[in-house]
C-alpha cells in the first residue's frame, strides 16, 4: 500500500526514511512518480524541480508531472528540496549553503541540500551519479542509452563541496549561465532560480577604485607611491600604487569600503588590494616596515589590518580580502593578519606544466614556501591560478595533466575558495571546451577529477574521433616534459615546447580525428578543437624565405592556405580573442598580409646575409652569419608579426607604439631606410657592412626634428637575438659590459632586474656583449658611449632570448636638428675577457 504525499507529510513526527532495498528499480517504474515541492521552495528548489522534469523527459521521453504536496497523488515520489524531503525525515543537518543529500530506494527519490542552491545541485549530482548523465558542453548533454540502462540502483549519498568560491573563468560559463549552474560554478548564474551566485567576491585589484588618482592626484599626490622619486601618478596595470603609511590614505580607503558595503551589506567579504603592477612606494615611512619584514606585503598588511579594524564595528561578518600577488606573495616576518582579514595568492610566476607542488620543478618551489607559511597565518586563504596562455589563447597549452593534483594540493593547504582564471573575456579558446570541463570538475570535488574526465570528455563529445585526440594531448605533454620547458602563463612556442615538428604532428592526428568523424555534429566538434594545431603551425612558421623582393613565411607546402585556413575555421567556430589583450579580428587584420608577402630588402657579403622589411618599422628578419650557418636574430618560438629584431622606438617625442613604413634605397653593401612620422620628424637609418672590417654590420640612424616648435627625444634600439640555450645558469649563457673592462651583469638575473643591473647605467665602457659557452657564441655591440643614456639587458631564457638594448641620450630638438646615434654588431667566436 502506498501512502499519499499529503498524508506523510501531516504524520512527519512518527515517519523515518523508508527502508533501502538492495534490488534495482525499473526506470519504466519511476516514469509513473511525480515530483513533489513543498509549496514554500524556493525559486531554486521549484527549477531544481523543473531540471529534475527536463532531464528526464530528455532521457527517456517520458514528462513527469510536478505537484504540490497536496496535490501528490497516491504512488512513487521524487520529493524535491528540503519541505518535501521532511517528509522521509530527510534534513539539512550539516550541508551548509551548497551541500546535498539524495536517497533512492523502490519507492521513493529524496532529493535536498542547503540553500540557496544545494537542492539544485543534487539534481544534477543524481543525474551524473545515478543515471550516468554528463553536462559536456552547453549544448550538448550526454545520456547513456536507456537500453543500456534500464533500472537504478538504490543509492544514498551526502555531499558538501570543499570549495565555497568556485570560479572556472571561461567565457563558455559567463555566455550560459543555465550551463554554468549545471557545472555548479557558484560565481556566474545570478538569476535566483539557479540559487544565485555566492555572497564572497573574488579578491581583485581595487586600490585604483579606493583611492583613485583621477579624484585624490592633484590635490594629493602624497596619496601615492614614491617611485624613484617621484609620486607618480600615471602607471599601468589600473593606475600607482597608494603610500600605505600615510593615516589619510586609510580613511580615504575606509570611507570608500564603507560606502560600498551599506549599498551590499549582505558582501561576505570585500577587496582591499594592490593595483596590477609593482611600483610600491618607496617612501622612507613605507620601506622602513618592507625592510624590516623583508616583503613590500609586510606594509601592505599593515594598511589592510587598519582598514580591516576600522570596518569591522559596523560589519563584524565582513572580511577584508587583500591579493598576495607577484611581489607581496611573501609573507611578512612578524606582522599578523588580523581574524577579518583574508588572502588570495597568485600562481602567476609558477610552472602550468608541472604540478605546483612538483619537487623536481624548479619555478614552483617559492610558491609552496610561501603557502607553507600563509597557512600557519591564517585559516581563510584563496587562490587565483592560471590556466591558459594569456598571450596565445588558441595555442597547443600543455597544462591538462596538473590540474587536479594543483586542486587538491590547494585542498590540503587550507584553502577555500578558487579563482581559475582562463580565456574569460574570449570564446573558443585552445580546447575551452575540454578544458572547462575537467576544471569545473575538479574544483567541485577534487577527488574526481583529472585525466580520467579528460579521457571521458574526448571519448563522449568525438565519439569514434576520440583516439587521435588522445593521442595528441598525450603527446603534447610527453613532449613538453621530455624538452625539458616550465611555461608558465605568457609563454612562447618555444616556451611550451613546440616546434615546427611538434606542430605537423598536431595537424596530423586532427587530420585523422577529421577521418573518423562519423557525422557533421561530430565533424564540427574536431574542426573546433583543431584550431590549436591550425595556430601552432602559424607560430612555429616564424622563419621566412625571400624571393624575388619579398619575405614570406615559410609555411610547409602542404600548408600553403594555412592562414586563409585558419582564419575561416577561427571564424567558423567563435573565436572572439586569440589573447587577453587582441580581438581575433584585429589578429587576423595583423596576419592576412603574410600570405601576399612583405617587401623586403636583402644584402650580403661573405659574412653576412641580412634581410630588412622596410614597411615593417625596418625590422630584421634575418641575421645569418655565413660561416657558422647562425641566424642570430630572434624569430623562434614567436608568431612572425611578434619578434622585432633591431626595431627602434620612441620613448620621448613619440610613443613606442608609433611605427615607420620606411622607403628602401639599397647599395651594394648597406640598405638606406627613410621614413617620416607626419609632419613631426623623418628617420634615417643605415644598416650594412663595415668597409674597414666586413665581419662587422653598422646601424646608424639619424632623426631630425621638422615640428616648429623644439620637442625632446629619445629613442630605444632593440635587439633580439637568439641565445640558443634556455638554460638560466648565468655561467652557461653570460651578459658583458664593459666597463674598464669586461664584467658579468647577468648575476642572479631575472628578465629585466638583477642585483648588477646597476652597472648597465653606469658603465664607462663602449660594448656589451653575450657568450654562449656551451654553443661557443655570441654577439658584441660596440656603441658610442657618449651617444647612449644606458645600456639595458632583457634575458629571458625559456624564450632562449636575450636583448642587449641601448637608450640615446635625451635631446631637444629644434626645427632641423638632428638626433645621431648608432652601433656595430660583431659575432664572437671565444667569449669577452
Known amino acids: 500500500m502506498r501512502i499519499p504525499f499529503a498524508l506523510l507529510m501531516l504524520s512527519i513526527a512518527t515517519c523515518i526514511t523508508h527502508p533501502a532495498t538492495s534490488a534495482p528499480i525499473p526506470v519504466a517504474e519511476i516514469n509513473t512518480w511525480t515530483i513533489v515541492v513543498a509549496e514554500d521552495a524556493t525559486p531554486s528548489e521549484r527549477f531544481a524541480a523543473e531540471e529534475f522534469q527536463t532531464l528526464w523527459e530528455t532521457w527517456t521521453s517520458m514528462v513527469l508531472t510536478i505537484a504540490r504536496p497536496a496535490d501528490a497523488p497516491a504512488g512513487g515520489v521524487i520529493a524535491v528540496g528540503p519541505g518535501a524531503a521532511a517528509a522521509f525525515g530527510l534534513s539539512n543537518d550539516g550541508l551548509g549553503d551548497e551541500g546535498l543529500r539524495y536517497d533512492l530506494d523502490a519507492e521513493r527519490l529524496v532529493i535536498t541540500g542547503g540553500r540557496p542552491r544545494g537542492t539544485l545541485y543534487g539534481v544534477y549530482e543524481f543525474f551524473e551519479r545515478v543515471v550516468g548523465t554528463r553536462f559536456l558542453t552547453h549544448d550538448h548533454t550526454w545520456f547513456p542509452a536507456l537500453s543500456d540502462t534500464p533500472n537504478l540502483k538504490p543509492a544514498t549519498y551526502d555531499y558538501v563541496p570543499p570549495f565555497t568560491f568556485r570560479w572556472s573563468y571561461y567565457a563558455e560559463n559567463s555566455a550560459h549561465p543555465a550551463f554554468a549552474a549545471r557545472k555548479r560554478i557558484n560565481t556566474i548564474p ?63 580607503v575606509v570611507e570608500a569600503v564603507l560606502k560600498d558595503l551599506r549599498a551590499q551589506p ?20 613605507c620601506m622602513a616596515i618592507i625592510e624590516r619584514e623583508g616583503t613590500p606585503m609586510g606594509a601592505y598588511l599593515t594598511f589592510v589590518n587598519a582598514v580591516a579594524e576600522r570596518i569591522e564595528p559596523e560589519f563584524p561578518n565582513t572580511t577584508i580580502g587583500t591579493l598576495a600577488y607577484w611581489h607581496t606573495r611573501k609573507p611578512p616576518k612578524t606582522i599578523r593578519p588580523r581574524h577579518n582579514v583574508q588572502f588570495q595568492l597568485c600562481s602567476i610566476e609558477c610552472c602550468t606544466l608541472h604540478a605546483i607542488n612538483d619537487p623536481d620543478c624548479p619555478k614552483n618551489r617559492a610558491f609552496c614556501d610561501d603557502l607553507a607559511t600563509w597557512k600557519t597565518l591564517s585559516d581563510d586563504i584563496w587562490i587565483w591560478n592560471y590556466n591558459t596562455n594569456f598571450a596565445n589563447y588558441d595555442l597547443p597549452f600543455p597544462s591538462l595533466r596538473s590540474i587536479e593534483p594543483n586542486v587538491k594540493y590547494f585542498l590540503n593547504n587550507n584553502v577555500h575558495g578558487l579563482f581559475m582564471q582562463a580565456n574569460g573575456n574570449g570564446m573558443s579558446g585552445e580546447m575551452s571546451d575540454l578544458r572547462n570541463y575537467v576544471l569545473s570538475h575538479t574544483i567541485w570535488n577534487p577527488q574526481e577529477g583529472g585525466w580520467d574526465r579528460v579521457e571521458e570528455f574526448c571519448r563522449l563529445h568525438y565519439g569514434p574521433s576520440a583516439k587521435p585526440i588522445l593521442k595528441y594531448l598525450n603527446y603534447l605533454h610527453d613532449m613538453a616534459d621530455k624538452k625539458g620547458v616550465h611555461p608558465e602563463c605568457f609563454p612562447t612556442a618555444l616556451e611550451s615546447g613546440l616546434d ?40 612555429t612558421s616564424g622563419s621566412t624565405r625571400y624571393s624575388d623582393g619579398k619575405c614570406y613565411l615559410d609555411i610547409p607546402e602542404e600548408y600553403a592556405t594555412l592562414i586563409d585556413d585558419y582564419i575561416a575555421l577561427a571564424r567558423k567556430h567563435g573565436l572572439t580573442r586569440t589573447s587577453e589583450h587582441l580581438a581575433a579580428e584585429d589578429f587576423f587584420t595583423e596576419i592576412k598580409g603574410m600570405s601576399a608577402g612583405f617587401p623586403a630588402v636583402q644584402i650580403e657579403n661573405d659574412i653576412w646575409r641580412i634581410t630588412v622589411l622596410p614597411e615593417e618599422n625596418g625590422k630584421l628578419t634575418e641575421m645569418l652569419h655565413k660561416p657558422t650557418g647562425r641566424d642570430v636574430i630572434f624569430p623562434r618560438g614567436r608568431m612572425f608579426n611578434r619578434h622585432r629584431a633591431m626595431e627602434e622606438w620612441g620613448v620621448l617625442g613619440f610613443e613606442p607604439k608609433e611605427l615607420l613604413t620606411f622607403t628602401a634605397e639599397r647599395a651594394e653593401n648597406e640598405v638606406v631606410l627613410r621614413g617620416a612620422l607626419d609632419d ?13 672590417d666586413p665581419t662587422r654590420v653598422v646601424f646608424s640612424s639619424k632623426l631630425t626634428h621638422r615640428g616648429a616648435t623644439p620637442k625632446t627625444y629619445q ?40 642585483p648588477d643591473a646597476g652597472l648597465l647605467r653606469t658603465a664607462t665602457g663602449n660594448q656589451f656583449a653575450f657568450y654562449n659557452h656551451d654553443q661557443d657564441f655570441g654577439i658584441v655591440q660596440i656603441y658610442d658611449r657618449s651617444a647612449m643614456e644606458r645600456a639595458n639587458l632583457f634575458w629571458h631564457p625559456s624564450r632562449s632570448q636575450v636583448n642587449l638594448e641601448l637608450y640615446t641620450q635625451v635631446k631637444e630638438l629644434k626645427s632641423g636638428e638632428s638626433l645621431d646615434y648608432g652601433y656595430t654588431v660583431a659575432f664572437l667566436e671565444t667569449a669577452p675577457k
Open 500 to 539: 615546427q615538428n611538434v606542430a605537423l604532428k598536431a595537424m596530423a592526428w586532427f587530420e585523422k580525428a577529421m577521418d573518423r568523424a562519423p557525422d557533421d555534429v561530430v565533424r564540427n566538434r574536431v574542426e573546433k578543437a583543431s584550431l590549436c594545431a591550425y595556430k601552432a603551425l602559424l607560430a
Open 715 to 754: 629613442l630605444w634600439i632593440h635587439p633580439e637575438y637568439d641565445a640558443d640555450s634556455i638554460s638560466d645558469d648565468d655561467d652557461r649563457l653570460t651578459a658583458y659590459i664593459d666597463d674598464g673592462g669586461w664584467k658579468k651583469v647577468n648575476n642572479d638575473f631575472e628578465i629585466d632586474r638583477g
Open 190 to 252: 545570478k538569476d535566483e532560480k539557479f540559487g544565485g551566485v555566492t555572497p564572497q567576491n573574488l579578491i581583485n585589484h581595487s586600490f585604483h577604485r579606493l583611492c583613485p588618482a583621477s579624484k585624490y592626484g592633484e590635490e594629493h599626490p602624497e596619496y601615492f607611491a614614491l617611485v624613484d622619486g617621484e609620486r607618480k601618478l600615471e602607471m599601468h596595470g589600473g593606475g600607482p600604487e597608494l603610500c600605505l603609511t600615510n593615516p589619510d590614505v586609510v580613511d580615504v
Open 680 to 692: 613631426r620628424f623623418t628617420l634615417e637609418r643605415r644598416i650594412g657592412f663595415d668597409s674597414l
Open 266 to 285: 549582505h558582501l561576505r567579504n570585500y577587496s582591499v588590494s594592490q593595483n596590477d603592477n609593482d611600483s610600491y612606494c618607496r617612501c622612507d615611512n
